[in-house]
């Protein structure tokens, strides 16, 4: 089993920062990658970003491209999602996700996660 902690979840004004952190335990893996998802009210899961299990690859939703950064502490077994320029569009519940096997940003849909946290809500206010 894999357990998958978010933190950093908030309040922010419009045009604010954010910094999200994901925390994996458990069972390991070869190969995976750290996905973030999110969820916004009414709405269904949709991808964020996501980093390959070395911080050696990565790949954003077009929506975030140029906003968002993610990144990944290999020695603390971590995931980071920076985000910068938020709007009220941004705002979810943001959940970290793990992909288990080869870097593929066609596999990085909500079905074929493994793990799921319990999410973080981001709240952006106007």
């Known amino acids: 089993q894999v357990q998958l902690v978010e933190s950093g979840g908030g309040l922010v004004h419009t045009g604010g920062s954010l910094g999200l952190s994901c925390a994996a335990s458990g069972r390991t893996f070869d190969t995976y990658s750290l996905v973030w998802f999110r969820q916004a009210p009414g709405k269904g899961r949709e991808f964020v970003a996501a980093v390959s299990w070395n911080g050696g690859s990565t790949y954003y939703a077009d929506s975030v491209k140029g906003r968002f950064t993610i990144s990944r502490d290999t020695a603390k077994n971590t995931a980071h999602l920076e985000m910068h320029g938020l709007g009220p569009e941004d705002t979810a519940v943001y959940y970290c996700?793990?992909?288990?096997?080869?870097?593929?940003?066609?596999?990085?849909?909500?079905?074929?996660?493994?793990?799921w946290g319990n999410g973080t809500l981001v709240t952006v206010s106007s």
């Open positions: 996700a793990v992909n288990i096997g080869i870097w593929d940003p066609s596999a990085f849909r909500d079905y074929a996660m493994n793990y």
